[in-house]
Nanobody, 114 residues
């Protein structure tokens, strides 16, 4: 069982930046992929960004050019740098890690005010 703990959410004005971090309880290279999903009230959970164990990254169209996913193997963390935030980015952001099973963090709230 992999434990994932997110941090870094909060309230920011439109155009601002936030950085989310996800700390894993074991080596991030033990997971095939890690990334971030988000869920706004009344909406389904949607993919934001992913990074594979090989370092390949992929982003949802609605965050391309604004969000950057990265990893720090020494700290077993994956981070999401979010720039040029928009009110529609408001959601609970969930870190996930995938092997045969998908593991989820508890979520962190990001609120972008207009």
């Amino acid at each position: 069982q992999v434990q994932l703990v997110e941090s870094g959410g909060g309230l920011v004005q439109a155009g601002g930046s936030l950085r989310l971090s996800c700390a894993a309880s074991e080596s991030i290279f033990s997971l095939n992929a890690m990334g971030w999903y988000r869920q706004a009230p009344g909406n389904q959970r949607e993919l934001v960004a992913v990074i594979t164990s090989g370092g390949i990254t992929n982003y949802a169209d609605y965050v391309k050019g604004r969000f950057t996913i990265s990893r720090d193997a020494a700290k077993n963390t994956v981070s999401l740098q979010m720039n040029s935030l928009k009110p529609e980015d408001t959601a609970v952001y969930y870190c996930y890690g995938q092997r045969r099973t998908v593991y989820w963090g508890q979520g962190t709230q990001v609120t972008v005010s207009s």
